[in-house]
């Protein structure tokens, strides 16, 4: 597997539930962030989450990092139909230099 | 709200051309990145940049390509000779720090190479 792999590739919801996706990653990381990318649109951050942190809240986002297993999960909370876009995870990778590794992503699509 | 803004949004060049593509950063961060998205694959890592060197290159980033910071504002991503398998879109990202600092990405260029 490669770096910042997510899981599932793709995800069909209803509005109002909630949408789980996965990320993994091989190698050691200062921190890992999510983005949101629409249809040939560009990248929208959306969190941060330190290497030494475990659980990160934003709005209808929760973010949790588990470094020990190399994963992180992101959770949207009460979906609704502007949240169907494309999730990828990033990670910086601690090199001494500074290179970001986005994952494959996850589609999701969110039913009105 | 400061964003990254990059320049020309879609561009087209014969293989063998030389093209640049312009970013301009937000104005107090410090480190520069370059990332590439091949249609319907996943966004990859060129370059990034800090005091006007580049401080990691990926295995794509070859001597077709370089980066520069030419004045205060701009950083410029050049391809020296376009191929074909080049095309794709092109994002400038920008952060205030080095680990913990999000990076800010503009919307894009375009790069289609015929």
């Known amino acids: 597997s490669q770096q910042g792999e997510e899981d599932p590739q793709a995800l069909s919801i209803q509005e109002g539930e909630n949408a789980t996706m996965n990320c993994s990653y091989k190698?050691?990381?200062?921190?890992l962030q999510w983005y949101r990318q629409n249809s040939g649109r560009g990248l929208v951050h959306l969190i941060l989450i330190r290497s030494n942190e475990r659980e990160k809240h934003s709005g209808r986002l929760r973010v949790t990092l588990d470094t020990s297993k190399k994963s992180s999960s992101l959770l949207i909370t009460a979906s609704r139909a502007a949240d169907t876009a494309s999730y990828f995870c990033?990670?910086?990778?601690?090199?001494?230099?500074?290179?970001?590794?986005f994952g494959a992503g996850t589609r999701l699509f969110v039913k009105a | 709200e400061p964003e990254v803004t990059q320049t020309p949004s879609h561009q087209v060049t014969q293989m063998g051309q030389e093209v640049i593509l312009r970013c301009v950063p937000i104005?107090?961060?410090?480190?520069f990145y370059w990332y590439r998205q091949i249609l319907g694959q996943k966004v990859e890592f060129l370059v990034s940049f800090y005091n006007n060197e580049i401080s990691e290159k990926s295995e794509i980033f070859d001597d077709q390509f370089s980066v520069e910071r030419p004045d205060g504002s701009n950083f410029t991503l050049k391809i020296r000779s376009t191929k074909l398998e080049d095309s794709a879109m092109y994002f400038c990202?920008?952060?205030?720090?080095?680990?913990?600092?999000?990076?800010?990405f503009g919307p894009g260029t375009r790069l289609l190479v015929l």
């Open positions: 990202a920008s952060s205030a720090g080095l680990s913990g600092e999000t990076q800010y």
């Open positions: 104005s107090n961060h410090l480190y």
């Open positions: 990033a990670t910086d990778l601690n090199t001494g230099g500074f290179k970001t590794i």
């Open positions: 190698t050691s990381i200062n921190n």
